[in-house]
């Protein structure tokens, strides 16, 4: 719903859908998009889980305005996972920690046990969002590999560019993923958005066994940083900026498209009625 602002298109209905937003290196707008997408979903009425994989360098809480007392190392250390939730904004939030060797650090086996608690704790929301960390290291592809539909953000740089080509690959590649979502941002013109577009999908369409669809891109906009300086989602903060504007149309864009995961059984079986209450 937005407030204070004229509402343009019908407002969004509940959303069912778990995704995971991942691009390559740090800095392109994985955590502002991922963050402002769940916001979008709760400000709908979704239940929202949002949890942040960027394990020892968390920027969520920040942009969240949370500070989190517990994380999910303490989860690993065995407090149940919705004791260590935090609430800001509609979503609620399982958070890693700022400046944790320890638990940029962990193995496989605790990646893949966080995963089974994220994927147990999901069923209790309609929707969920993950902020997948930057690179395309294990850490990174453990926490892509959830069943769960995937955005690449990529920004129009020529190396930013080759990332998101490899992060595409690499979920193609290991991680059998056959159908992705591109998310051009900071863009300056649509006429930019559509170059970035084609230039990958070109790329994809000549090496990858994978099939892009690019969402609306986000235009490039003060009121981001502003938003992130002051830790307030900036869908909350600034509705009417350009890039709320764009990140609620993407929204809505990516609600008209089918999920792209084969493997989406263990989210899509548990319907609203059955979910225990977060
Ligand atoms: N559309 C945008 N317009 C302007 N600045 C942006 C935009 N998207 C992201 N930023 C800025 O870029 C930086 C990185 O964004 P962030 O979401 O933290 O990226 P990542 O999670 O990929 O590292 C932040 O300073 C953020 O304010
Ligand atoms: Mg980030």
Redesign the pocket.
């Known amino acids: 719903m937005i407030r204070g602002g004229r509402r343009t298109n019908p407002p969004l209905e509940i959303q069912r859908r778990a995704i995971a937003v991942s691009?390559g290196k740090?800095?392109?707008?994985?955590?502002?998009?991922a963050l402002n997408l769940a916001v979008a979903y709760a400000q709908a009425g979704s239940r929202t889980l949002m949890v942040d994989t960027d394990l020892g360098m968390a920027?969520l809480n920040l942009?969240l305005g949370v500070a989190p007392e517990r994380s999910l190392l303490d989860a690993l250390g065995g407090t149940p996972i919705e004791d260590i939730l935090v609430a800001a904004h509609g979503i609620h939030l399982l958070p890693a920690l700022n400046g944790s060797y320890l638990l940029s650090t962990i193995g496989p086996a605790a990646q893949a046990q966080i995963l089974e608690m994220v994927k147990s704790l999901a069923t209790r929301f309609d929707a969920l969002v993950i902020?997948i960390a930057?690179g395309i290291g294990q850490t990174q592809t453990a926490f892509a590999g959830a069943p769960t539909d995937a955005i690449v953000?990529v920004n129009p740089e020529p190396l930013s560019m080759a990332d998101a080509y490899a992060s595409l690959k690499v979920l193609s590649m290991e991680q059998g993923v056959r159908h992705a979502f591109l998310v051009p941002?900071?863009v300056t013109s649509r006429a930019q958005a559509t170059e970035v577009v084609s230039r990958l999908q070109a790329l994809v369409d000549r090496f990858l066994d994978l099939e892009l669809t690019p969402l609306p891109p986000?235009?490039?906009?003060?009121a981001?940083?502003e938003a992130?300086q002051i830790g307030v989602p900036l869908l909350v903060h600034c509705p009417d900026a350009p890039?709320a504007r764009a990140i609620r149309q993407l929204t809505r864009a990516l609600a008209t498209l089918a999920p792209t995961t084969a493997d989406a059984s263990w989210w899509r079986s548990t319907t609203r009625a059955q979910g225990v209450s977060p």
């Open positions: 691009g740090g800095g392109v707008g994985k955590s502002t998009i920027d942009l902020d930057a953000v941002n900071r986000i235009p490039s906009d003060p981001v940083a992130a890039a």
